[in-house]
């Protein structure tokens, strides 16, 4: 739900001061979750939903941050690239860029603890939700 957004100057600082629980570059872009955001809310008793890429996940998997990992997968990767051109807002170039992640990701789904395939996304939705029901109530997490 919360987005900060900031400079690729501010993040690198941030970054370099070790101010993310996790970060990762993903088609040039930036992304990273703040460490006092997610202390804070944990703080707070929530849990923090992450959306983070797999360089996030291997992150947290290597400092053995206790959470309910979720791969959600495309049905296929044509069926991903037509969703993609679909939208038509991105160039041709851009599209085979994230197609490439895409593929190398979805190499990696060992890293997670459950793979959701995203094919219709009220059903994707609800899978996800009765795992992490399912996780939480089962005594897994606090």
Not at 33 to 38: C, G, L, M, Q, R
Not at 70 to 96: H, N, Q, T, Y
Request: with cysteine.
């Amino acid at each position: 739900r919360d987005y900060f957004f900031m400079t690729r100057e501010d993040f690198v600082a941030k970054r370099e001061k070790g101010g993310f629980l996790e970060w990762a570059e993903y088609a040039g872009n930036l992304y990273g979750t703040p460490k006092d955001f997610v202390k804070a809310e944990t703080e707070r008793g929530n849990c923090p939903l992450l959306e983070i890429e797999v360089q996030g996940v291997e992150q947290l998997r290597k400092q053995g941050w206790d959470g309910i990992y979720v791969f959600l997968a495309p049905p296929s990767l044509d069926d991903l690239r037509r969703r993609l051109e679909k939208r038509g807002a991105m160039a041709p170039e851009v599209i085979e860029r994230r197609m490439k992640v895409a593929e190398q990701e979805m190499n990696r789904k060992d890293l997670y603890d459950h793979v959701v395939v995203n094919d219709v996304v009220e059903r994707a939705l609800a899978e996800v939700l009765a795992i992490l029901d399912r996780e939480l109530q089962g005594g897994r997490r606090d």
